[in-house]
């Protein structure tokens, strides 16, 4: 059964780059046609699609954020990461990791907790 | 494609149905395979969403049948048909019509009358 957890700082000053990585444990991230994805839910507040990749390093991310966003995926580590630069307070979140389920059905099937992610100097 | 959920609350008595609609800003509906690219999630606090629909009413595996998805373009609802508590929860339709950008509805709470 695949399972996907979250980690990185928690803490995260303004101007500088939030980094964190999702593990898939239970199935590789090569198998299946997968893609991988980020999204993020601000504190008491709906959901925001960041991006996806597939291992062969393919991505797509949402428009508003895509100057700032970068993710990618170490296939030996079975890991995706997502880096987002120049953060500000309005990045403060929730962050997930998912699974797309397939690439022509973009809908997320198994998530990571999530990880909390606060800004502040 | 802006994705809006009426209503933003509810209250539903135990047994009773709860019926959740979503609008979105353009028809989901595709020309070339008929489906509409539209999926329905639940939050239960303090986790993740789960898949619950897809494919606007394809019941993800393991989903109790009491949860139905319907609807086609630009209107969608998703039904309970009897509440159970464990089905308080916030749910979120979300939208992969756009190849640009995905995105979710603002979320309605449901909860017990």
């Known amino acids: 059964q695949v399972q996907l957890q979250e980690s990185g700082p928690g803490l995260v000053k303004p101007s500088e780059t939030l980094s964190l990585t999702c593990s898939v444990s239970?199935?590789?991230?090569?198998?299946?046609?997968?893609?991988w994805t980020w999204i993020r839910q601000h504190p008491g507040k709906g959901l925001e699609w960041i991006g996806y990749?597939?291992?062969?390093?393919?991505?797509s991310y949402t428009p508003s954020l895509r100057s700032r966003v970068t993710i990618s995926v170490d296939t030996s580590k079975n890991q995706f990461s997502l880096m987002l630069t120049s953060v500000t307070a309005a990045d403060a979140a929730v962050y997930y990791c998912a699974r797309v389920k397939h690439l022509t059905s973009r809908v997320f099937d198994i998530w990571g907790q999530g990880t909390v992610v606060t800004v502040s100097s | 494609i802006v994705m809006t959920q009426s209503p933003d609350s509810l209250a539903v008595s135990l047994g009773e149905r709860a019926t959740i609609n979503c609008k979105s800003g353009q028809s989901l509906l595709s020309n070339s395979n008929k489906k509409n690219y539209l999926a329905w999630y639940q939050q239960k606090p303090g986790q993740p969403p789960k898949l619950l629909i897809y494919w606007a009413s394809t019941r993800e595996s393991g989903v109790p049948d009491r949860f139905t998805g319907s609807g086609s373009g630009t209107d969608f609802t998703l039904t309970i048909s009897s509440l159970q508590a464990e089905d308080v929860a916030v749910y979120y339709c979300?939208?992969?019509?756009?190849?640009?950008?995905?995105?979710f509805g603002q979320g309605t709470r449901l909860e017990i009358k």
């Open positions: 979300q939208q992969y019509y756009s190849t640009v950008s995905i995105t």
């Open positions: 990749i597939y291992h062969s390093g393919s991505t």
């Open positions: 239970g199935g590789s991230i090569i198998e299946g046609g997968h893609y």
